[in-house]
């Protein structure tokens, strides 16, 4: 496909643990998935220079920034590469404007690709500038820490486990910031996670760590049916993490109409206006596939979508299905046989509208209004 | 109340303590921060004054100090004048002996500087020196203040080290503390409690300054 952005193949070595990595990835959202204590916060780590390897060479697009041999190790702060820490780690003594600016001002103008009136409009600040970062959320904090390490117009963003200190009411908004900024600044971005349903929200390619080695890198899709790697992450908590619009509210019954894609889904209404931006949550194994048109359901949504991919491994099918939007369903290889569900073939989803769990709270406020 | 003694008390403590300052900042962050190899042993040796008796610091810095020693030499040769019993030594006998303090208070308040707020001022452009100034020192700042006013305090009341290498001179070397030390010798009793009076005045106020500095820092944390 494209260029590499960034290809490495490092070694560093722990007492009892050791990180032996190759790979390259490509612009978009790339994810380092893995258990916790499979190397990844390490492998980020080595890439932003805070963690020197013992041995390899780290290239960022074509220029080595760490290469063992030639005894060159480039400080993080040449890297020109953004981090943003799991908590954040603003300054204390700082107010949100100030942290923002920070690495701004160090950048050089022509080397400049924004500028602070565009990620403040970007991640909704303007409302918090003058704010010491004590009193934020958890969602403003991580809002401020993406707006200060993409004022650096860093060369790759390094995200280590963005979402997983986050209540879930605060992942939905930064899920679509986080798209919204490779969208906008076309900023390629690595992110660290060890959540299969954030990986599959997220990224176009992962890249599947166990015990400091690479299993497998691929998409999401390809991966998840990959026996080492599905291993690894729970299927029956493999969750659709899908933007969608509130349509219209039924009062009567306390139900959202919800729109995703290119299909309405009801949810029970968790107090949101018309035309507010949400990101729901859908477990896979909670959505029933059908070949026709279930004509009497207790399930308040049933919407037809289209078969792009189905990918078994073992007596478990994963089914990804275009409904306007990407979202996949399990079922077991039984299912999937009697079915006869084929790539390209119509299909009908059932879905309980309990099933569906906006990730927003109403108390987030206008500024969900436009992103 | 001999103002010129509280003079020369002042400016011993005060040049003690300004020379002390750089050297704590930078042994701290040699310690704390760039975790160096060996600084087990930077740290015994910076701790070392605390715990021997202050005549034996006293004793080495005359070795060293004396003409027959390798500074004491040299500044008799550049200088032509000696430093052994004079306010000099006085200082410096005050900056080794209120060292440990200083440098350990520092090194408290570097090391509760979350790490990932330097590597993220790093990651952000920020050079070591640059990361240093606007983060980390901004940050222990209090605990630094706390720490030279500790090595302050201990600066004022040196005693054993100061009288082995710069002698109890009266308007020379003789401090407040040394003073005290020759009015009790001599029976003057009214005379050393008034100026253990002083003595503890300004401890106290010292003291209280410095503790409100922690106590502000401890609410920051």
Not at chain 1, 20 to 32: K, L, N, R
Not at chain 1, 266 to 291: E, F, K, M, N, Q
Not at chain 2, 8 to 34: D, E, H, M, Y
Not at chain 2, 123 to 138: K, N
Request: aromatic content about 6%; some cysteine.
């Amino acid at each position: 496909m494209n260029q590499p952005i960034l290809s490495f193949e490092i070694t560093k070595r722990y007492p009892g643990f050791s990180l032996e990595c190759q790979a390259a990835f490509e612009s978009g959202i790339t994810a380092v998935f893995g258990p916790s204590g499979s190397g990844k916060t390490t492998l980020l780590n080595c890439l932003a220079g805070l963690v020197a390897p013992d041995e390899g060479t780290i290239e960022v697009l074509g220029e080595t920034v760490f290469s063992s041999s030639l005894r060159r190790n480039l400080p993080p702060e040449r890297r020109r590469f953004g981090y943003v820490f799991q908590d954040a780690a603003l300054f204390p003594h700082m107010s949100v404007w100030d942290n923002i600016r920070y690495g701004y001002r160090l950048t050089t103008a022509e080397r400049r690709n924004t500028d602070l009136e565009q990620l403040v409009d970007l991640f909704q600040l303007a409302d918090l500038l003058d704010r010491g970062v004590s009193g934020l959320s958890g969602g403003e904090r991580q809002r401020v820490a993406l707006a200060r390490a993409l004022a650096t117009s860093p060369r790759v963003l390094l995200l280590d486990e963005p979402l997983a200190s986050l209540d879930a009411e605060f992942q939905g908004l930064i899920v679509r910031y986080l798209r919204r900024t490779v969208r906008e600044l076309d900023t390629p971005m690595v992110f660290v996670s060890h959540s299969m349903s954030h990986v599959l929200a997220l990224a176009q390619s992962v890249l599947v760590l166990s015990d400091g080695k690479p299993v497998v890198q691929g998409r999401p899709a390809e991966v998840l049916a990959h026996p080492n790697a599905g291993a690894m992450s729970v299927y029956s908590t493999l969750e659709n993490l899908i933007d969608a619009e509130v349509a219209s509210l039924r009062a009567d019954e306390e139900m959202a109409e919800l729109r995703v894609g290119h299909v309405t889904l009801s949810v029970p209404d968790p107090g949101y206006s018309p035309g507010d931006l949400v990101t729901i949550s859908l477990r896979a194994s909670d959505i029933i596939l059908a070949v026709d048109t279930p004509s009497k359901t207790s399930a308040r949504n049933v919407v037809v979508g289209m078969i792009e991919e189905v990918r078994a491994r073992g007596t478990r099918v994963l089914v990804y299905i275009d409904i306007g939007a990407r979202i996949v369903a399990e079922i077991t290889l039984g299912a999937l046989q009697d079915l006869g569900l084929q790539e390209g073939g119509q299909v009908y989803l059932i879905i309980k509208s309990t099933s569906v769990v906006v990730l927003d709270s109403p108390s987030n406020g206008p500024r969900r209004d436009d992103v | 109340m001999d103002m010129s003694l509280l003079a020369l008390t002042l400016r011993i403590a005060l040049a003690a303590t300004l020379f002390n300052i750089p050297l704590a900042l930078a042994v701290s962050w040699l310690v704390v921060k760039k975790k160096v190899r060996g600084r087990l042993i930077i740290d015994v040796v910076v701790s070392l004054p605390l715990a021997v008796p202050p005549v034996v610091v006293g004793f080495f810095l005359l070795l060293v100090l004396g003409r027959d020693g390798p500074v004491g030499a040299l500044a008799y040769r550049l200088l032509g004048t000696d430093i052994v019993f004079t306010w000099v030594a006085a200082a410096i006998a005050s900056a080794v002996m209120s060292f440990p303090l200083m440098a350990r208070s520092i090194m408290v308040a570097m090391g509760d500087v979350d790490e990932r707020l330097e590597m993220s001022a790093r990651s952000l452009g920020a050079g070591p020196w640059r990361a240093a100034y606007t983060v980390t020192i901004p940050l222990a700042y209090r605990g630094i203040a706390a720490g030279i006013l500790l090595g302050f305090v201990r600066a004022l009341s040196e005693f054993g080290a100061t009288i082995t290498v710069a002698g109890n001179i009266p308007d020379r070397t003789q401090t407040l503390a040394l003073a005290i030390f020759s009015n009790v010798q001599l029976r003057e009793d009214a005379a050393a409690m008034r100026l253990a009076a002083v003595s503890i005045a300004l401890a106290v106020a010292t003291l209280l300054v410095h503790n409100w500095l922690v106590t502000r820092a401890a609410r920051r944390g």
